[in-house]
């Protein structure tokens, strides 16, 4: 039954892979509904997925010896929206995520000294060709044109929201060196994978907080288009893991070691 059910989902064409992908994150939506009561809980959630996330690639760092299939430019737009949050966090709104961003920064890097340094002779970087002025450039032009509405300094709220895209589209220099390779080995098919989780959990919470709220939450966040480009952010996190999320599961399901990527996906 599962092999026919695959089959058939890779024989529709992307417009109808595309309505079951968000079918089937509605009907996720509603199950998580049911089950988590307090959906605070999906965010510390999302947070341990992304920390199980880094101790796979610290392991895959200390243990193989090699940062092969990693990208290191993807390592350096986490570190930089990480410490513009960490910044705005201080001058605006310090709590216990700010201590979590820290600690994920450290480890971040962490990363990038063992890329740059340690282990430079593995690392791909003919692969890791995704340009980053691609992303950060746009960023910084939507962050000046749609940012925070709030009583706080106004280069701090472009700031704010200048991280907010910025990590949404983070993993895009990954992705691309996933696509170079087409091969992606374990423990970074396990790595990205934790990314896709927490992404998924992260934008559940935010979705469901909005229909709790009965749209409220949007109304809090503040005036304008910045509330919808917020959710809008996190969507686009979610929707740009999921293809590689779909065969890192099939590719578990069917046996397989090492993830094989077909043509065109991420």
């Given at each position: 039954m599962r092999h026919f ?8 064409p ?5 309505f079951l992908?968000v079918v089937?994150g509605?009907a ?8 988590v009561?307090?959906?605070d809980?999906?965010?510390?959630a999302?947070?341990a997925a992304?920390?199980?996330?880094i101790?796979v ?12 299939g ?6 350096e737009l986490?570190?930089?929206f990480l ?7 201080f001058v ?5 995520h ?13 990363v990038?000294y063992?890329?740059r340094f340690?282990?430079?002779s593995?690392y791909m970087?003919?692969k890791?060709?995704f340009?980053?002025y691609?992303?950060?450039?746009p ?14 300094n106004i ?5 704010w929201a200048?991280?907010v ?5 983070s993993v ?5 060196v996933?696509q170079n390779?087409k091969?992606v080995?374990?423990?970074t098919?396990h790595y990205v994978?934790a990314?896709?989780?927490?992404r998924f959990l992260?934008?559940a919470?935010?979705v469901?907080?909005?229909l709790?709220t009965?749209?409220h939450l949007?109304v809090?966040?503040g ?14 996190q979610?929707f740009?893991l999921?293809d590689f999320c779909y ?8 046996g397989?070691?090492v993830l094989?990527?077909?043509s065109?996906?991420?």
């Amino acid at each position: 039954m599962r092999h026919f059910v695959v089959g058939w989902v890779k024989r529709q064409p992307p417009k109808v892979k595309a309505f079951l992908a968000v079918v089937s994150g509605m009907a996720a939506l509603v199950l998580l509904r049911a089950i988590v009561h307090d959906h605070d809980n999906l965010f510390v959630a999302a947070e341990a997925a992304h920390a199980i996330g880094i101790c796979v690639l610290i392991y895959k760092l200390m243990k193989e010896k090699t940062c092969a299939g990693l990208s290191l430019k993807s390592q350096e737009l986490t570190a930089m929206f990480l410490a513009v949050r960490l910044y705005c966090s201080f001058v605006m709104e310090y709590d216990i995520h700010t201590l979590l961003d820290s600690a994920t920064l450290l480890t971040t890097l962490w990363v990038i000294y063992m890329i740059r340094f340690k282990l430079k002779s593995s690392y791909m970087d003919d692969k890791d060709n995704f340009p980053l002025y691609y992303v950060v450039a746009p960023c910084a032009v939507l962050a000046l044109a749609i940012h925070p509405s709030t009583q706080h300094n106004i280069v701090n709220r472009i700031l704010w929201a200048f991280c907010v895209y910025l990590e949404s589209v983070s993993v895009l220099p990954q992705l691309r060196v996933m696509q170079n390779t087409k091969i992606v080995e374990p423990f970074t098919a396990h790595y990205v994978f934790a990314l896709g989780v927490a992404r998924f959990l992260s934008c559940a919470h935010w979705v469901l907080q909005v229909l709790d709220t009965r749209g409220h939450l949007l109304v809090a966040l503040g005036s304008g288009l910045w509330p919808s480009m917020v959710l809008l952010a996190e969507i686009v996190q979610t929707f740009i893991l999921a293809d590689f999320c779909y065969y890192y599961v099939k590719s578990v399901v069917g046996g397989q070691l090492v993830l094989r990527l077909p043509s065109g996906v991420v």
